[in-house]
């Protein structure tokens, strides 16, 4: 790595850095917005158009995260070893031809159609959590509404009872720690509930060939008669949905509330007026999107910034840098839920576009919508974060009272 791309001196693992991310990344982006990263061999992108240009270069594809794994003993990497074949099954974590053909099947269900078609549940769902409080009056958001209500959502898109949705929300805490740097132990704890989770998707992969039904596992079963996907992948790809599929939306409600907890004049703007939800939603993303960073992974030397960079480097996106560059968005700091153009980059660009976009903006609607109204004097009581390295912090307990 070249001088010229040298880091700000600042560690990124520091405990200043660790504890406000966010100051880092100014820090950074004023001074070296493509920056080399020794610590992870990798570089850093920060600048919205360098990022843009990532996403939508195919010579820049998303980096398995199973090859994170090599940085661990060849005796640990072994232990692992279970992990690693499953991740590796993960769409957007094969090459681009397997993410496209695994992709083609599921846009079937992620229609906007199918998605909309969703809302009422979405809308019954939320009420029924909301009324699980209600006597209370105090609730955990994390806990008691930004978590359950996804995972209710594509736990009922998969085909998953009911009975078994406590033990989704544990196995996924578990998971989280593959897309965090974490430590041997940790993902130890990962392989565990993957693994407990491959084995209780299989059984209900076995169910469907004899009993199908209209939910996602049964589609993926009938593309499995007519050769299009395998066992292994159907089982590796559910477990993925469950985890993804609530674990983006529950950040998104998460921190969103937040920010208009911070933001009382904008928080009175959108309680007054509930159509300008959608744009507060996207401005949810741009400021505080479930998706600090992303990880690409050079195939071919690349040009970005005016720099020639090689082939076979990790780059980490600072999405929450690029969503608050100066050069793109006015007053970047401000929280503004009418701000138009919003050309935010919180789901990605190109061939590995977020399948679950709208998904994710239609729950992230409509659970406001009907927490608003249910809860007019919503107040903050407390708020706790907890670092997620690199470059992020994640909200793990939000209470309120109402």
């Known amino acids: 790595m070249t001088d010229s791309l040298a880091l700000p001196a600042q560690d990124l693992f520091s405990p200043e850095a660790v504890a406000d991310p966010d100051a880092l990344l100014r820090r950074i982006s004023a001074e070296a917005p493509i920056s080399a990263v020794p610590q992870l061999d990798a570089y850093l992108l920060t600048r919205h158009a360098d990022i843009v240009a990532a996403l939508k270069d195919r010579t820049m594809v998303p980096a398995n995260m199973a090859q994170m794994l090599s940085l661990f003993t060849a005796e640990e990497q072994e232990e692992l070893r279970p992990l690693r074949l499953?991740?590796?099954?993960?769409m957007g974590h094969?090459?681009?031809?397997?993410?496209v053909r695994f992709q083609q099947l599921l846009k079937r269900y992620f229609t906007p159609a199918t998605v909309n078609g969703l809302r009422p549940r979405v809308r019954e769902l939320t009420d029924e959590l909301l009324d699980a409080?209600?006597?209370?009056?105090?609730m955990d958001v994390v806990t008691d509404l930004a978590y359950p209500l996804p995972a209710n959502v594509i736990a009922e898109m998969l085909g998953m009872p009911t009975t078994?949705?406590?033990?989704?929300?544990?196995?996924?805490r578990d998971i989280l720690a593959i897309f965090q740097l974490a430590d041997v132990d940790r993902l130890r704890r990962s392989q565990r509930s993957v693994l407990e989770m491959q084995d209780y998707v299989r059984g209900l992969v076995r169910q469907r060939r004899d009993d199908p039904r209209d939910d996602l596992i049964s589609m993926f079963v009938a593309a499995e008669r007519d050769g299009q996907v395998t066992e292994d992948e159907i089982v590796a790809n559910c477990v993925l949905l469950l985890f993804a599929g609530h674990e983006t939306t529950a950040g998104l409600i998460t921190n969103g509330l937040v920010l208009l907890f911070d933001h009382p004049d904008e928080f009175a703007r959108l309680k007054a007026d509930p159509s300008l939800t959608p744009g507060a939603v996207e401005e949810m993303l741009r400021c505080a999107g479930p998706a600090s960073t992303i990880v690409r992974q050079s195939t071919a030397p690349?040009?970005?910034?005016?720099?020639?960079?090689?082939?076979?480097?990790?780059?980490?996106?600072?999405?929450s840098a690029g969503n608050r560059d100066p050069e793109v968005f006015d007053d970047p700091d401000r929280f503004d839920i009418t701000r138009k153009p919003n050309r935010h980059t919180a789901f990605g660009l190109g061939a590995f576009y977020?399948?679950?976009?709208?998904?994710?903006?239609m729950e992230a609607d409509e659970c406001f919508r009907v927490l608003l109204a249910r809860c007019p004097d919503l107040r903050l009581e407390s708020v706790s974060s907890v670092p997620a390295p690199p470059l992020s912090l994640r909200v793990e307990s939000l209470e309120v009272s109402f």
């Open 86 to 90: 499953s991740m590796e099954l993960w």
């Open 94 to 99: 094969t090459n681009e031809t397997d993410h």
């Open 133 to 138: 409080v209600a006597d209370r009056g105090r």
């Open 164 to 172: 078994e949705r406590e033990r989704l929300r544990a196995w996924s």
């Open 302 to 319: 690349v040009r970005l910034g005016g720099h020639e960079l090689p082939a076979g480097k990790r780059f980490y996106l600072a999405m």
């Open 354 to 361: 977020c399948l679950g976009a709208a998904l994710a903006r």
